[in-house]
């Protein structure tokens, strides 16, 4: 099995400069997580933009979506950012023949209590059970992209 990884940025890749408020997007952390859980498959991280989801526009998910259709591999896994990740999935909806799986954090991978590399390798479980469709990998489900919506005030993913 090879994954395809795009990191788009969002809060999963954030790294904090002061108490919480200024902040810029790093570099991807998923090959740092994905080490640290001593993964048994192959993969490349390709870094599309290192934005908050916030900040993307139709020009960065036209990208998003033109970089996955033209992908050789089946298994796309993308890192984005949670405000935004049902917007960019409802626009893969059109990409046939592969298993897309979209996840993030609601803390930054670097902070102890984030849910970063839980979310992570949910996604990669995703990735090896899913039939080829767009799902979103969040708060311990797996869900068809359709299918769900962020609860800000829980903190959480469910379903719509």
Not at 57 to 71: E, G, P, S, V
Not at 74 to 103: F, N, P, R, S, W
């Amino acid at each position: 099995m090879f994954i395809q990884i795009f990191s788009t940025g969002g809060t999963l890749d954030k790294v904090y400069f002061d108490a919480l408020s200024e902040y810029q997007i790093g570099d991807p952390v998923a090959p740092e997580l994905l080490d640290q859980g001593r993964v048994g498959f192959d993969y490349a991280v390709e870094s599309l933009m290192k934005k908050d989801s916030l900040e993307l526009d139709d020009t960065d998910r036209r990208l998003i979506h033109d970089k996955i259709k033209a992908c050789p591999h089946e298994y796309i896994l993308i890192t984005h950012g949670t405000d935004t990740m049902t917007v960019t999935a409802a626009g893969l909806a059109d990409i046939d023949g592969k298993v897309i799986v979209l996840t993030g954090a609601m803390q930054p991978a670097r902070f102890r209590d984030s849910d970063a590399l839980f979310n992570l390798g949910l996604a990669i479980g995703a990735l090896n059970t899913c039939q080829p469709g767009v799902y979103i990998a969040m708060s311990g489900r797996v869900f068809p992209a359709d299918g769900v919506r962020k609860n800000r005030i829980a903190g959480r993913f469910e379903e719509r």
